[in-house]
T-cell receptor
Framework: GQSLEQPSEVTAVEGAIVQINCTYQ??????LSWYQQHDGGAPTFLSY????GLEETGRFSSFLSRSDSYGYLLLQELQMKDSASYFC???????????FGKGTTLSVSS | DADVTQTPRNRITKTGKRIMLECSQT?????MYWYRQDPGLGLRLIYY???????NKGEISDGYSVSRQAQAKFSLSLESAIPNQTALYFC?????????????????FGPGTRLTVL
């Protein structure tokens, strides 16, 4: 089957750097995605890694190691507005729909 | 105007009632999805559709049915609602199959419907 594991909670202070890890198990791999969700809101796409390495988008970066079945989301220069839930996701074995991890709640304090 | 809309935004119903949640999109996407979200469980896929003639079950389809009335509309029905179907429901759309291009991977979510079954 498929599964994704990520920490349930992470806390940090403004201006800091935080890394949210995601390990996965799957037999067919089409890339690892990251989504952000503010409390009660719609999830929004952050980043996608199909190949090994680092993808950078402003303050956010995402990393993938397919050999280790591992990825992470790196958030730099944390701001209060980054307090949200972050989900890693990968496509199901048929490549037809996303399977999401249970999410990591990030709390940023001043 | 929002690209993906859901109605109603909030709904309280009683056990045994049939209810329908509706989703409309103006993004022109072929692929549409229904997810439910429960605290601590993330987003779980209920059904998905790649066109009006294509309906597929997700991981938690029992107790639900769907209808793809048009490319832009995808409805979720609870035939006989039960309290453990109380959750936040999201509709999403996407453009194409997964691949190496980022635009093929992104899903666009509606604002959600908060459903309470008493």
């Amino acid at each position: 089957g498929q599964s994704l594991e990520q920490p349930s909670e992470v806390t940090a202070v403004e201006g800091a750097i935080v890394q949210i890890n995601c390990t996965y198990q799957t037999s067919g791999f089409y890339g690892l995605s990251w989504y952000q969700q503010h409390d009660g809101g719609a999830p929004t796409f952050l980043s996608y890694n199909a190949l090994d390495g680092l993808e950078e988008t402003g303050r956010f970066s995402s990393f993938l190691s397919r050999s280790d079945s591992y990825g992470y989301l790196l958030l730099q220069e944390l701001q209060m507005k980054d307090s949200a839930s972050y989900f890693c996701a990968l496509f199901n074995q048929a490549g037809t729909a996303l399977i999401f991890g249970k999410g990591t709640t990030l709390s940023v304090s001043s | 105007d929002a690209d993906v809309t859901q109605t109603p935004r909030n709904r309280i119903t009683k056990t045994g009632k049939r209810i329908m949640l509706e989703c409309s999109q103006t993004k022109g996407h072929d692929r549409m999805y229904w997810y439910r979200q429960d605290p601590g469980l993330g987003l779980r896929l209920i059904y998905y559709s790649f066109d009006v003639k294509d309906i597929n079950k997700g991981e938690i389809s029992d107790g639900y049915s769907v209808s793809r009335q048009a490319q832009a509309k995808f409805s979720l029905s609870l035939e006989s609602a039960i309290p453990n179907q109380t959750a936040l429901y999201f509709c999403a759309t996407s453009d194409d199959a997964p691949g190496l291009a980022k635009t093929y991977n992104e899903q666009f979510f509606g604002p959600g419907t908060r459903l309470t079954v008493l």
